[in-house]
């Protein structure tokens, strides 16, 4: 049960809205059209499954600005149709970060463009900024992606392209993820990583990932020098990239 799902609206303002220990995702935002979410708090256990903060679906013109996000699972979820998003001043929690995706649950997919993330902080979450699709075929994408001016504090996965997204390894396709992502900027990224790698970006070997820049990135793993990951990656690095770009 979610605790709040608005279908098939227009012009809807959420503010100051706190939403505690929902059986499964809190908000749901299920094909609409400009909404605006405002001072938003969800709680929930960290080990909660499936109580995503809120979730962003074959919609468009959709704002979330000013909110605390606490939960079992992804603190914001962006599903396949979701195009001009902006969200900005958002502290998650713990959580499993913000995530485009997952992705390629179908053939027939809408794509996500169009996406900015910016000035959020992530605390202690099990992934930071992802795009995560499942590896099968499937005619979705994700393009246009601007992730801006982020602090990780203590992250298992500061920055994450998975492409061939299991959970708990169970029934997994065992294909190769067709949504092809491209042109996706992280910039003034700073922080912490929770794991020795820090960039991992684990792209389709079919649709290699194309377009990513990195533009003054510095996470550190325990005060050391942490690492970056890439396989069917490539893109750009500029100003300082600490860890060392893959590309």
Known sequence: MQTLTIVNSKNIVINGLSSVNSQMFHIVINGCENVFIQGVMV??????????????????????????????????????????????????????????????????????????????????????????????????FVKDVLFTNIVMKNVYNPIIIDQNYCPRRENCPDQVSGVKISNVTYKDIQGTSATQVALKFDCSPKNPCEGIRLDDVKLTYLNQTAQSSCTNASGVAYGLVDPTSCF
Do not use: Y
């Open 43 to 140: 709680t929930a256990s960290a080990n909660s499954p499936n109580t995503d903060g809120i979730h962003v679906q074959l919609s468009t013109g959709i704002t979330i600005m000013s909110s605390g996000i606490k939960t079992g699972d992804d603190c914001i979820s962006i599903g396949p149709g979701t195009t001009n998003l902006w969200i900005e001043h958002v502290a998650c929690g713990p959580g499993h970060g913000i995530s485009i995706g997952s992705l390629a649950k179908d053939l027939e997919e809408e794509g996500v463009q169009n996406v900015t993330v910016k000035t959020a902080i992530f605390n202690g979450t099990q992934n930071g900024l992802r795009i995560k699709s499942w590896g099968r075929d499937s005619r979705g």
